[in-house]
């Protein structure tokens, strides 16, 4: 499978953005996929993740009632949308995906097997 992920830019404090990831090979939802994300000199971190199937959702505390994911199976692709964007949003977001992940590990990027390359989000204030 091979993931591409896109949308990044630049903005301001409290605009939005979505980012798309594209899934191809197999169908999106076949896998859980998660979105992290990597500011400068920091480490990866989880954002959030849809489930294979069904799609259950997760958010980290951060952006919980700011982002929302989802998942199009007709485009094979998942969305974060990012509203009320803030400067420690800022970072490169990846999209990862695993088929076979158990919900203790949708927070740990090393348990995705997939990524993709990543798209740079900067937020000023």
Do not use: H
């Not at 995705?112 to 798209?119: E, H, I, P, V």
Request: charged share 20%.
């Amino acid at each position: 499978v091979q993931l591409q992920a896109s949308g990044g830019g630049l903005v301001q404090a409290g605009d939005s953005l979505r980012l798309s990831c594209v899934v191809s090979g197999r169908p999106a939802s076949s896998y859980v996929v998660g979105w992290f994300r990597q500011a400068p000199g920091k480490e990866r971190e989880f954002v959030s993740a849809i489930t294979k199937n069904f799609g259950k959702t997760y958010y980290s505390d951060f952006v919980k009632g700011r982002f929302i994911i989802s998942r199009d199976n007709a485009k094979n692709t998942v969305f974060l949308q990012m509203d009320s964007l803030k400067p420690e949003d800022t970072g490169v977001y990846f999209c990862a995906a695993d088929q076979r992940l158990i919900q203790s590990s949708i927070w740990v990027p090393g348990d995705y097997d997939y990524w993709g390359q990543g798209t740079l989000v900067t937020v000023s204030s």
